[in-house]
């Protein structure tokens, strides 16, 4: 039997002022799972994530969020010159518990100190937050969402701009989190790390196809997903996706 | 040193500066991260024709002051609505019309002399109602800044993600101008409608390359807005020079300082650089 879903969308549609940017989405994120969103630039990967935060109300079918959800943005959408250390940022999960006005205070500061220390941070909860690397800073705001309690964590594109090491650490993180039964969504360009998690979503405008990777990924799906034509790159074995309407030019 | 103390409109130029320079310091420091520089000095320019009337009026200053932001701020929201005019487009032609609108009615030959009190604020000659509308901005400044730190905070850091926190950036940054606001209108009166905007700007300014904590910074902040303030009018006093120019001077002096003296602290006091580790 398996445990009940964090989350569950049915024939779910969400747009801007009433027109539909993403339609016909229907998938289940349970506790322990890690769930790869795949698409294009518009595809509508920003929209679900936003409809699951509760920014964005469907506009036809169900969803049913049961947990608290985190939202985990890329790090240069902050401001790097911000004056705020590592452990200020992780802090501010705590406001979604606080009323209005009060700031977080000193037991919030030892579970974001604590949290820190979850995501391999120790040791650098006093450096000021611009200063750290940009694997470094994914961390601060994974351990942010670990502050705010949250059950659900939505990471928008977490691995682009990183090294390969740090890539990887942080892709052992999301593991480790989800192994304790939290649900995770990471939204990414990466197929072939996409194929490590246990479940893909292929979004563009519309559902292409949802399940574990070996079953839902083939030549058609990432057709459909990413709207060209798949190639295979001569000798390499790789594949390769051709954007629609390329036009050859001479170089 | 201590001969300023004793006289008694220099007692009262420096308990207005004082007040002043906290509500400004301390405001300052999130006018400058939330890149609010520009707007404060449109606000203050754009109440130019408010302030005149106040004067032809002969009724204080602020009863002028506060409805012409009012107007100012609206005018701002509607101009921008217009398609193809943006934000920033808004703000320049309405401030300009604005503070056009105030030279005009200035210039006229009915009215009475003394616009250069309204352009350059009279800081040695606060009236007890000057003074009383500084302490209450000071008070008012001392209660919601605590109360919205958190907030404000995390808005200023990622307007985006602040929403998922529990933090509404349309609040954090309608009370942040609404307060900006209000000091504008308080502190015109003594540096006036073309210097105001220095002592929202110039001391947060420099406290930010001194220290890369948001406390710390409002402290620093507020102690050097007190100290130029106290340095320009002790200039004024000694050489004669006008007050409110002379604050201006002090601060902008201050900010320079602060350049060579951020990177010392950045070399020295930063005994620990960050660890190179991986990712």
Same mark, same amino acid.
């Given at each position: 039997?398996?445990?009940?879903?964090?989350?569950?969308?049915?024939?779910?549609?969400?747009?801007? *002022?009433?027109?539909?940017?993403?339609?016909?989405?229907?998938? %289940?994120?349970?506790?322990?799972?890690?769930?790869?969103?795949?698409?294009?630039?518009?595809?509508?990967?920003?929209?679900?994530?936003?409809?699951?935060?509760?920014?964005?109300?469907?506009?036809?079918?169900?969803?049913? @969020?049961? %947990?608290?959800?985190?939202?985990?943005?890329?790090?240069?959408?902050?401001?790097?010159?911000?004056?705020?250390?590592?452990?200020?940022?992780?802090?501010?999960?705590?406001?979604?518990?606080?009323?209005?006005?009060?700031?977080?205070?000193?037991?919030?500061?030892?579970? %974001?100190?604590?949290?820190?220390?979850?995501?391999?941070l120790?040791?650098l909860?006093?450096?000021?937050?611009?200063?750290l690397s940009?694997g470094q800073r994914q961390r601060v705001?994974?351990?942010?969402?670990?502050?705010?309690?949250?059950?659900?964590?939505?990471?928008?594109?977490?691995?682009?701009?990183?090294?390969?090491?740090?890539?990887?650490?942080?892709?052992?993180?999301? *593991?480790?989190?989800?192994?304790?039964?939290?649900?995770?969504?990471?939204?990414?360009?990466?197929?072939?790390?996409?194929?490590?998690?246990?479940?893909?979503?292929?979004?563009?405008?519309?559902?292409?196809?949802?399940?574990? +990777?070996?079953?839902?990924?083939?030549?058609?799906?990432?057709?459909?997903?990413?709207?060209?034509?798949? @190639?295979?790159? +001569? *000798?390499?074995?790789?594949?390769? @996706?051709?954007?629609?309407?390329?036009?050859?030019?001479?170089? | 040193?201590?001969?300023?103390?004793?006289?008694?409109?220099?007692?009262?130029?420096?308990?207005?500066?004082?007040?002043?320079?906290?509500?400004? $310091?301390?405001?300052?420091?999130?006018?400058?991260?939330?890149?609010?520089?520009?707007?404060?000095?449109?606000?203050?320019?754009?109440?130019?024709?408010?302030?005149?009337?106040?004067?032809?009026?002969?009724? =204080?200053?602020?009863?002028?002051?506060?409805?012409?932001?009012?107007?100012?701020?609206?005018?701002?929201?509607?101009?921008?609505?217009? =398609?193809?005019?943006?934000?920033?487009?808004?703000? $320049?032609?309405?401030?300009?019309?604005?503070?056009?609108?105030?030279?005009?009615?200035?210039?006229?030959?009915?009215?009475?002399?003394?616009?250069?009190?309204?352009?350059?604020?009279?800081?040695?000659?606060?009236?007890?109602?000057?003074?009383?509308?500084?302490?209450?901005?000071?008070?008012?400044?001392?209660?919601?800044?605590?109360?919205?730190?958190?907030?404000?905070?995390?808005?200023?850091?990622?307007?985006?993600?602040?929403?998922?926190?529990?933090?509404? =950036?349309?609040?954090?940054?309608?009370?942040?101008?609404?307060?900006?606001?209000?000091?504008?209108?308080?502190?015109?009166?003594?540096?006036?409608?073309?210097?105001?905007?220095?002592?929202?700007?110039?001391?947060?300014?420099?406290?930010?390359?001194?220290?890369?904590?948001?406390?710390?910074?409002?402290?620093?902040?507020?102690?050097?807005?007190?100290?130029?303030?106290?340095?320009?009018?002790?200039?004024?006093?000694?050489?004669?020079?006008?007050?409110?120019?002379?604050?201006?001077?002090?601060?902008?002096?201050?900010?320079?300082?602060?350049? =060579?003296?951020?990177?010392?602290?950045?070399?020295? $006091?930063?005994?620990?650089?960050?660890?190179?580790?991986?990712g």
């Amino acid at each position: 039997m398996q445990a009940e879903p964090l989350i569950e969308a049915s024939g779910l549609a969400v747009g801007y *002022g009433g027109e539909a940017a993403i339609s016909g989405v229907s998938f %289940a994120l349970r506790p322990g799972e890690t769930m790869a969103l795949l698409g294009p630039n518009g595809g509508g990967k920003t929209t679900l994530l936003r409809a699951l935060l509760g920014e964005l109300s469907p506009l036809a079918g169900t969803l049913r @969020v049961g %947990a608290r959800c985190a939202s985990v943005p890329q790090t240069e959408r902050s401001q790097l010159d911000y004056p705020v250390s590592a452990l200020d940022v992780a802090a501010m999960g705590a406001l979604s518990r606080l009323p209005w006005w009060r700031r977080p205070g000193r037991r919030d500061r030892e579970i %974001a100190a604590d949290s820190l220390r979850q995501v391999g941070l120790d040791g650098l909860a006093d450096e000021t937050f611009g200063k750290l690397s940009g694997g470094q800073r994914q961390r601060v705001l994974i351990a942010r969402s670990l502050v705010q309690d949250a059950r659900i964590l939505l990471l928008d594109e977490p691995f682009s701009g990183l090294d390969r090491p740090s890539s990887e650490r942080l892709e052992a993180l999301v *593991g480790s989190l989800a192994a304790e039964g939290r649900g995770v969504m990471v939204a990414t360009h990466d197929l072939e790390q996409a194929q490590r998690w246990d479940s893909v979503l292929c979004l563009n405008r519309d559902q292409i196809a949802v399940g574990p +990777p070996q079953r839902a990924l083939d030549v058609d799906v990432l057709e459909a997903t990413y709207g060209g034509a798949i @190639v295979e790159l +001569p *000798g390499s074995g790789r594949r390769a @996706v051709l954007p629609p309407h390329h036009h050859h030019h001479p170089h | 040193m201590l001969e300023p103390f004793q006289e008694e409109f220099m007692r009262r130029a420096i308990a207005e500066m004082a007040l002043l320079g906290v509500a400004g $310091g301390a405001i300052g420091c999130w006018v400058v991260l939330y890149r609010l520089s520009y707007a404060t000095e449109s606000l203050a320019h754009s109440i130019l024709p408010g302030l005149v009337l106040a004067a032809l009026a002969g009724v =204080p200053l602020l009863l002028g002051g506060a409805p012409a932001i009012v107007i100012a701020g609206l005018a701002i929201v509607l101009v921008a609505q217009v =398609p193809g005019i943006s934000r920033e487009v808004a703000v $320049g032609v309405v401030v300009t019309t604005m503070f056009g609108l105030g030279a005009l009615l200035a210039l006229s030959p009915k009215s009475p002399p003394g616009i250069q009190e309204l352009l350059f604020g009279d800081i040695l000659g606060p009236s007890n109602g000057d003074l009383l509308a500084a302490a209450l901005l000071v008070i008012t400044v001392a209660t919601a800044l605590p109360l919205m730190h958190g907030r404000l905070l995390a808005v200023g850091f990622d307007r985006n993600a602040a929403r998922s926190l529990g933090a509404s =950036p349309a609040v954090a940054e309608t009370v942040l101008i609404a307060l900006l606001a209000v000091a504008i209108v308080v502190a015109v009166q003594g540096l006036g409608n073309l210097l105001v905007a220095a002592v929202f700007v110039g001391p947060a300014a420099a406290a930010r390359n001194l220290t890369e904590r948001i406390v710390p910074m409002i402290g620093l902040s507020v102690a050097i807005a007190l100290a130029s303030g106290l340095a320009g009018l002790y200039l004024s006093y000694y050489a004669g020079t006008a007050g409110g120019a002379s604050v201006t001077l002090a601060i902008v002096a201050a900010y320079l300082l602060s350049l =060579p003296a951020g990177r010392l602290i950045a070399r020295f $006091g930063d005994a620990a650089p960050v660890p190179a580790t991986i990712g």
